[in-house]
């Protein structure tokens, strides 16, 4: 969510002591003030994010989906459509729960001082108390936002399972997202996105639709997870293909036409953000698949299909953090690092320390998002077409504050993830059996096949 937006939330009149009689113009701009700060309904506002909201969950069923589904061999493809669409199922039960309070309940928030709600949010809307029909949250519903809020729930740890496709028992799975989704995503989506008292936005760190709070986030947790489950049988010298290219690049378009519900959304109004956010994301997204294309070109004498939807998804994720803030050069900057880099992070990285992140949830979503992230804090100067640093904050200490938010999200959510981890394979076991990763996770989980023989 936009900064200017959850200021204009959590915004209160301003009393003028000493001032007994005032005069007609304080009194008429104080209930101008008034009426401001008091949410009033908007239907083209609601209207936006409605169509938002369904923009951001086709990004996982059935865009995630299908990019995943193609990049998988054919014993398998099945098992990740699966994971994506029982994880949609899950959270959505985790945010109304609990999810929603526990990052956007802001009862006992003080930004004078650091105590358990810096880091999290109470439990005061669990089981969705309070939502009604009546509430609003700036211009729209109470509800739309809950739900439009969920959406990014539900992608964030969705976007994981391909660091560890084909190899993770479901009941494991099952018991790692509801943890993970309960200890580490909701704190940093309280933390980034709550408004004054959360520690990230205190810090001044701008993530407008979450570079943070999603990509580094769901970034991270996939590279923890795809080192302790350890490698596929026979990676690397067995061969392992995507099967079906054609789901990746159609789940890649759907993933770029979703985007921007997640970013123009991001702005909870149809307004010149949501507009400028609109914008961006094209141009970005347009820059990377074009960057990763020719450097993979160079390196490989060929461009691929695959390389260019992945390079487009770099984009994409790149650009989230800086969509409420830069400008189109900015943007063209951030598509180019993000092409380039993503595409040296999923191939001579990822070949050089030898991880097996399956579907490269780390090159493209972690270090994707940390160029982004960083990136958005020189890009929104107005140098740069940017909207302009906040009063009293520098491109240096912008800079700082930004690379503070990366760092704190890459550890939090690292250690977290570890830990969790550690816990589910003590208590049911993390990785299927090796005859079970031969046969296939399709018949072997769920004794169904992708393809008739």
Known sequence: MSRTMQAAKNSSLLLLPGILTPTLALAEETAAAAAAATPTLNSGDTAWMLTSTALVLFMTIPGLSLFYAGMVRAKNVLSVMMQCFAITALMTVLWALYGYSMAFDTAGMTKEAVNLYTFVGGLGKAFLNGVTRESLTLTIPETVFMTYQMTFAIITPALIVGAFAERMKFSALLLFMTLWFTIVYAPIAHMVWSGNGALMWDWGVLDFAGGTVVHINAGIAGLVACLVLGKRRGYPTTAMPPHNLNFTIMGAA??????????????????????????????????????????????????????????????????????????????????????????????????????????????????????GAILTGLCVDVSLGGKGLAEGMTIGSQLWVQTKGVLFT???????????????????????????????????????RGYSL
């Open 254 to 371: 759907m993933l770029w036409v979703g985007w921007f519900g997640f970013n123009a959304g991001s702005a909870v109004a149809a307004d010149a953000n949501a507009g400028m956010a609109m914008a961006v994301t094209q141009i970005a997204t347009a820059m990377a698949a074009l960057s990763w294309m020719f450097a993979e070109w160079l390196a490989h004498g060929k461009p691929s299909v695959l390389g260019i939807a992945s390079g487009a998804v770099a984009g994409l994720v790149a650009i989230t953090p800086a969509s409420g803030t830069a400008g189109p050069m900015g943007a063209l900057l951030i598509g180019l690092a993000s092409g380039v880099i993503c595409f040296l992070s999923a191939t001579k990285l990822k070949r050089a320390l030898g991880y097996d992140d399956s579907l490269d949830v780390f090159g493209v979503h972690c270090i994707g998002g940390i160029i």
């Open 410 to 448: 890459v550890v939090y959510s690292g250690i977290l993830s570890f830990v969790i981890l550690k816990i589910v394979d003590v208590v049911i076991g993390l990785r299927v059996k090796e005859e079970q990763e031969t046969e296939g996770l399709d018949l072997a989980l769920h004794d169904e």
